[in-house]
T-cell receptor, first 115, second 116 residues
């Protein structure tokens, strides 16, 4: 069964460094998402992406975040200058389309630790 | 803004018994979707069941069913004949049918433990 994959599974970085989290969505999916989950807290929406544009973003997704689909398969989340509070699990998701019958499939997540 | 609340941080159930997980939400929208996701220790979230707000009939998927009370803004998940593999975090989620971004708003989660 097709699945969303994410790399790396765990990333450790120093405060102020740039990180890029990578995701490979399911191949025929057109909508892509990033969510994050700070340890012990809710899963929070960051951004959705369709047709090479951001469809929606949350207040968390400020200028230090950006997303890109650099080629036909990858979808990346870049954090320009990491802060301690960026430490979290980051989940990528994708869906074929919108509507109830098109569920969002989640990847296994990347654990980001900022020291 | 929509909010989703899960008032039970932890629940436990005996294997083969039935358990109900609670979820309430707040919205001013009339058209939306509700979901229950399961997050096992492997951490990949899996969709368990979904409900369209315009449908009065409660959704069922094998051992999983929901009790959707639109007026009360309540969306509980019932797991029948609980199995050890049901042990996981369960998240209730809301998605607007009106917004383009398809964003999911999650509750805080309920950790379900299944006792053999």
């Amino acid at each position: 069964e097709p699945e969303v994959t994410q790399t790396p599974s765990h990333q450790v970085t120093q405060m102020g460094q740039e990180v890029i989290l990578r995701c490979v969505p399911i191949s025929n999916h057109l909508y892509f998402y990033w969510y994050r989950q700070i340890l012990g807290q809710k899963v929070e929406f960051l951004v959705s992406f369709y047709n090479n544009e951001i469809s929606e973003k949350s207040e968390i997704f400020d200028d230090q975040f950006s997303v890109e689909r650099p080629d036909g398969s990858n979808f990346t989340l870049k954090i320009r200058s990491t802060k301690l509070e960026d430490s979290a699990m980051y989940f990528c998701a994708s869906s074929e389309a919108t509507g109830t019958n098109y569920e969002q499939y989640f990847g296994p997540g990347t654990r980001l630790t900022v020291t | 803004a929509q909010t989703v609340t899960q008032s039970q941080p932890e629940m436990s159930v005996q294997e083969a018994e039935t358990v109900t997980l609670s979820c309430t939400y707040d919205t001013s929208e009339s058209d939306y979707y509700l979901f229950w996701y399961k997050q096992p220790p492997s951490r990949q979230m899996i969709l368990v069941i979904r409900q369209e707000a315009y449908k009065q009939q409660n959704a069922t998927e094998n051992r999983f069913s929901v009790n959707f009370q639109k007026a009360a803004k309540s969306f509980s998940l019932k797991i029948s004949d609980s199995q050890l593999g049901d042990a996981a975090m369960y998240f209730c989620a809301y998605r607007s049918a009106l917004r383009a971004g398809n964003m999911l708003t999650f509750g805080g989660g309920t950790r379900l433990m299944v006792k053999p």
